[in-house]
């Protein structure tokens, strides 16, 4: 599966990329659809808030986004500060509807200039939320904290299985060739 | 609810300077070992100024410090009207007056001047609107009057009524079309105007970024750090 196509990556690999994340948050409340720039846009037809602080800190931080491989549970924190009130309360009203709600994390280059879309969403992250976590900080910050979890993660096993006693006769029904992998077995010689 | 306040009058910007904005959230630059860098940055720029301010005393400094105590660190926006220093001269402005002329300003039809002595102020004329523009679009085609076709990669200019937002050119295109950043803050129609002397609307980036030091005889090294804020914002937020 590729997720860009030739003419994409032409545009990926000009000496000068603008790009944004957008955060798509199905709360209970309704759809809450962000982005890590400022302002207003409407991207895919559908209208994005701005969240980054214009002080040049950053309102809304990402982790590093992995890539979702077997054997790896990947998860990315989003945190959300400077919230207002309203929105804080919200969050922690709904707090128990909001976990395991879909949140889809997708990436968008731009124009530096005009502010332009040169390459659409991509989703390059589906996942779930997990429960929010609000910090009080002082009399001025407030964070809330989620961790998305990759929609991958409950395939969360090696390929094909492990090789052990369980996987071997899930694979080969009957058969115990594996039944003393991993088991310390003692002889005793007389 | 916040409020949008007004520029103190009389108070002169004496330093100004343009400051990276949030463009710069997340900028950096990749190399390959061919040295061939490829640079990114967070798209959807913003102004953010720094301006210094002459040494004042008495009325001057009590309206001052009065204006940056009621922005509370960004709570409040103020508006922040332009005057390029460096903009177009009279006679490119179309204007027909000796400087002389230009600084006295104009009297009521019956020849007296206000109360305090002062005259009507005078301002560059206005050029209107060739085709309407929408919000978040970077060409921008103006009239042929006064100084329509006058503009230059560089100059400032603005939009009323109620368009709060500073413009650069950044191309001339040609028969009154230019290229601006940052984009439209708010859809253009053919009844806008556009005019060279913008106004603003700005909030102190943070509580630290503004002072009042006042000495022995003067107020010395005034500054404060605006950053912009967008016209919908200040329809939405700052409507108070």
Same mark, same amino acid.
């Given at each position: 599966m590729t997720v860009f196509s030739q003419d994409e990556l032409a545009v990926l690999s000009s000496p000068h990329v603008a790009r944004a994340w957008f955060l798509e948050l199905d709360l209970s409340d309704g759809l809450l659809r962000l982005h890590n720039g400022v302002g207003r846009i409407t991207v895919g037809g559908r209208d994005w808030n701005g969240v980054t602080?214009? #002080? !040049? !800190?950053?309102?809304v931080s990402l982790s590093n986004v992995e890539e979702p491989r077997f054997g790896q549970a990947v998860a990315v924190n989003i945190t959300l500060s400077g919230a207002n009130r309203a929105f804080l309360q919200t969050v922690h009203s709904t707090r128990r509807e909001i976990e395991g709600r879909r949140a889809d994390l997708y990436w968008a280059a731009f124009d530096?200039?005009? !502010?332009? #879309? #040169?390459l659409g969403l991509k989703r390059l992250f589906p996942g779930k939320i997990t429960s929010p976590v609000i910090h009080w900080q002082g009399i001025g910050s407030r964070l809330v904290n989620v961790t998305i979890e990759s929609i991958w993660s409950g395939d969360n096993y090696p390929f094909g299985g492990r090789w052990n006693d369980a996987d071997q006769r899930r694979r080969y029904p009957g058969d115990k060739g594996l039944q003393y992998v991993g088991v310390k077995v003692q002889e005793q010689w007389q | 609810m916040a409020r949008l306040i007004s520029w103190p009058v009389g108070l002169r910007v004496g330093n100004s300077e343009p400051l990276s904005g949030p463009r710069a959230v997340g900028s950096g630059a990749t190399g390959s070992i061919a040295n061939f860098n490829q640079t990114f940055s967070s798209p959807f720029g913003l102004w953010r100024w720094r301006f210094s301010f002459p040494s004042m005393n008495g009325q001057m400094f009590r309206r001052y410090r009065g204006w940056i105590t009621a922005l509370h660190g960004g709570a409040n926006a103020t508006r922040v009207p332009f005057c390029d220093p460096d903009g177009l001269t009279l006679a490119q402005l179309g204007v027909d007056a000796s400087p002389a002329e230009w600084q006295a300003g104009q009297p009521w039809s019956n020849g007296q001047s206000w109360a305090n002595g002062q005259n009507w102020q005078s301002s560059p004329p206005s050029v209107s609107i060739a085709s309407a523009a929408s919000q978040g679009g970077t060409i921008v085609h103006l009239g042929s009057e006064f100084w329509g076709l006058q503009l230059g990669v560089g100059d400032f200019l603005g939009f009323f009524p109620l368009h709060l937002g500073l413009y650069m050119v950044t *191309?001339?295109? $040609?028969? $009154?079309r230019y290229r601006i950043w940052p984009p439209l803050r708010k859809e253009l129609t053919i009844a806008d105007s556009a005019t060279v002397r913008p106004t603003m609307a700005m909030k102190l *980036?943070? *509580? *630290?970024?503004a002072n009042a030091p006042r000495g022995v005889a003067f107020a010395e090294g005034l500054t404060a750090t605006l950053v912009e804020v967008l016209d919908y914002d200040v329809k939405a937020y700052f409507a108070g």
């Open positions: 602080n214009p #002080l !040049g !800190g950053q309102m530096g200039e005009t !502010g332009e #879309l #040169l | *191309e001339v295109i $040609g028969s $009154g *980036e943070s *509580e *630290e970024s």
